[in-house]
């Protein structure tokens, strides 16, 4: 009996995100393409004109482009055959032209990072010492007394507070 291989050949392999795609419905589908286009709509256009303007909706095959002022309407209108076939190619949305429109560009939200200088929290002993002796005469547990104190010191440094 001939040796059988072991080697897979990888026809019918499909990636993830078209596994993910197949799995749901097509509005779903349509949805979740149209906010990778929104993310990614600089790419389309360019970082200048993705600055100034944004992909609103697609109805009926017209993809209306939202534009922070008249002056960028004109440079959409004349790139509208590039940017349809971008889309098309791209995220696979059924487009067949652009229509322009002035209103308010959705920004990208810009990452939110810490205060300079804001590390964690971490309470004193003395303070984790001075709730202990609150509530280790109520919880009958060593290790949950423990943390409970803890818990509550870090509270009181974090959010500020007297001891009672």
């Known amino acids: ?3 059988r291989s072991r080697r897979r050949k990888n026809q019918g392999v499909a990636t993830v995100g078209s596994l993910l795609l197949s799995s749901l419905s097509t509005d779903q589908s349509r ?3 149209m906010a990778d286009l929104c993310s990614r709509w600089p790419e ?3 970082p200048r004109l993705g600055d100034n303007s944004s ?3 697609i109805i009926d095959g017209v993809l209306t482009v939202v534009v922070s002022r008249s002056i960028f309407s004109h440079e959409i209108s004349m790139r509208g055959g590039d940017i349809t076939t971008a889309v098309r190619e791209g995220w696979g949305l059924d487009v067949s032209g652009v229509r322009v429109q002035v209103g308010k560009v959705r920004r990208k939200q810009p990452d939110r990072k810490p205060k300079k200088g804001a590390g964690p929290v971490t309470p004193e002993r003395t303070e984790v010492d001075a709730c202990l002796d609150r509530v ?7 290790d949950v007394a423990e943390n409970l ?3 509550m010191a870090l509270y009181r440094k974090r959010f500020g507070g007297k001891p009672r």
């Open 55 to 57: 992909p609103g909706s």
């Open 1 to 3: 009996m001939p040796a």
């Open 149 to 151: 104190a803890r818990l």
């Open 136 to 142: 280790k005469h109520v919880v009958s547990r060593d």
């Open 31 to 33: 949805m979740l393409l």
């Open 44 to 46: 389309v256009v360019g």
